[in-house]
């Protein structure tokens, strides 16, 4: 249940006065006017938008055992009604084999229309009908289809209902419904289109769920100035559940946090039974595995990453890369040395305990109504990028030290990108053009590489999921120089 800000109020009082006894809290004190009624206030609607969010989850999950008539009523209440789909239209042409003697009226005297054809039964026994939306005539001077061997007019029709299965296709009108004097028969050259369906039960009530969460901008507001006000923090953008972004697992708002990785050191120690081959780490997200140590045949041995081990991160959980990710150490039986039977293994690890404090500040913070998983923090993935080129000099500078300075460069330039921006050669080209202008005359265009490091192929743009940005490294610049 949502917190109300006098909740939020006493809650902050008592943590202040449990850390500091003495501190002054009174209305009109300093911490009181600055900080813990201000707070609250914002706290308190950031709790309420977050539980709408766990309890429209369920609503949308829950919406075919809803009654229409149920769901339409939920809509009326905000506002919001269900879209009935649209009506498929084409043209319908009357056709008579024997010239008119004199000119023949198909429609209702206002002009309108109102002559109804329709399509042969299907297998079900129903057929779809239409009709037509404008009066016409078939003159004596009617235009003869010489392939069809008849005097031919043709009138705009509308679908008599919804739906798409009214988007039919050439030669499928062939029916009319009541007789016309003069004309024989009737036939769709084109098809008839634009015909949707009725939105369905889900649907709306998603739709329903974007109107109530139209505040949800409040939502990753709320949780970015939390995480920006973090030490090391530079970028954070945050997703939440009912996103038309990469991330679609509703009940769920992830924070994207892009910084400085602290690499914390730690150690764990697991017992290797014969039995078992993967252990959980017990700090997370895992960024590197430094050592292993394990007694093998009686002695102390170092196990190899990628021949005795290797470090195993599910990316396809929606976990991955936060505190409360699947992050393993597999041993690779039989592959290399493997521990003896009910011996201990020392793993020294390093993780990134910038995400732990992210985490922890949120669960801090927002204590009262967080349950765990409703709030997620996750790395930003940093996707190192290669790019290989020819560069022309004006005079004869140090190679390496105008490529140090390119690679200087660039790595500001791209690091300053925004989390999930787009980048393109173009992009890249325009920026060593412009800034080393003093030193360069030339650069081979298109790049001979522009790539993802763990791609095969190069290509123009490269492309990144919401919670990746593009970075580079000292291996990422292959220039030659002229």
């Known amino acids: 249940m949502a917190l109300t800000a006098e909740q939020v109020k006493n809650n902050l009082i008592n943590q202040i006065l449990y850390n500091f006894p003495t501190a002054e809290t009174n209305t009109g004190s300093v911490l009181r006017d600055i900080f813990v009624d201000p707070q609250s206030v914002q706290i308190s609607n950031l709790s309420e938008e977050i539980d709408n969010v766990k309890n429209l989850s369920t609503f949308v999950k829950n919406a075919e055992y809803i009654s229409e008539e149920d769901l339409d009523a939920i809509g009326e209440n905000y506002g919001v009604t269900r879209d009935l789909g649209q009506f498929a239209n ?3 042409t009357f056709q008579t084999t024997v010239r008119p003697s004199q000119r023949i009226q198909i429609g209702n005297d206002e002009g309108s229309g109102g002559i109804s054809v329709k399509t042969l039964q299907t297998e079900n026994g129903n057929s779809l009908e239409f009709v037509t939306t404008q009066t016409v005539y078939m003159n004596t001077d009617a235009t003869y289809n010489e392939q069809h061997n008849c005097y031919e007019v043709s009138a705009p029709i509308v679908a008599q209902s919804s739906g798409s299965e009214y988007n039919v ?15 024989t028969s009737v036939y769709n050259y084109t098809p008839t289109t634009n015909g949707t ?28 100035s939390i995480l920006l006000n973090i030490d090391g923090v530079q970028e954070v953008k ?28 730690d150690d764990f120690v697991f017992t290797y039974s014969g039995a078992e081959f993967s252990f959980n780490f017990p700090k997370k997200p895992v960024t590197r595995i430094i050592s292993v140590k394990a007694i093998v045949d009686g002695k102390e041995a170092i ?30 039986v039989g592959n290399g040395k493997t521990p003896d039977t009910n011996t201990n293994v020392v793993v020294s690890f390093a993780y990134n305990s910038l995400i732990e ?3 922890e500040t949120l669960n801090k913070q927002l204590t009262n109504y967080l349950v765990l998983g409703e709030l997620l923090v996750a790395q930003a993935e940093h996707v190192i990028i290669d790019i290989g080129t020819t560069i022309k000099l004006k005079y004869n500078y140090n190679t390496e030290t105008i490529k140090n300075q390119i690679l200087t460069g660039l790595s500001n330039y791209i690091t300053s990108l925004k989390l999930g921006a787009d980048i393109t050669q173009e992009d890249v080209y325009t920026f060593l053009s412009t800034t080393y202008s003093d030193y360069i005359t030339g650069i081979v265009f298109p790049f001979l590489t522009f790539k993802k490091r763990n791609d095969i192929l190069s290509s123009n743009e490269l492309y990144f999921t919401f919670g990746e940005y593009a970075s580079v490294d000292e291996n990422s610049l292959n220039i030659s120089f002229e």
Do not use: M, W
Request: hydrophobic share 30%; glycine share 12%; proline share 1%.
């Open 90 to 92: 084409g043209i319908i």
């Open 357 to 359: 404090t992210c985490q």
């Open 303 to 332: 196990l190899e990453q990628g021949i005795d081990y290797t470090l195993k991160r599910n990316s396809d959980n929606i976990y991955y890369d936060t505190i409360y990710g699947i992050d393993k150490i597999e041993l690779l």
């Open 238 to 265: 945050t997703l939440h559940p009912n996103s038309d972004e990469e991330h679609t697992d509703t009940g769920y708002a992830v924070s994207y946090v892009k910084g400085k990785v602290e690499n914390i050191k």
């Open 197 to 224: 369906d009725k939105q369905g039960q889900t649907s709306f009530a998603q739709t329903i769920q974007n109107t109530i969460l139209g505040s949800s901008k409040d939502i990753e507001s709320g949780i970015n």
């Open 169 to 183: 296709g050439v030669g499928t009108i062939t029916v009319l419904v009541s007789g016309i004097a003069g004309i």
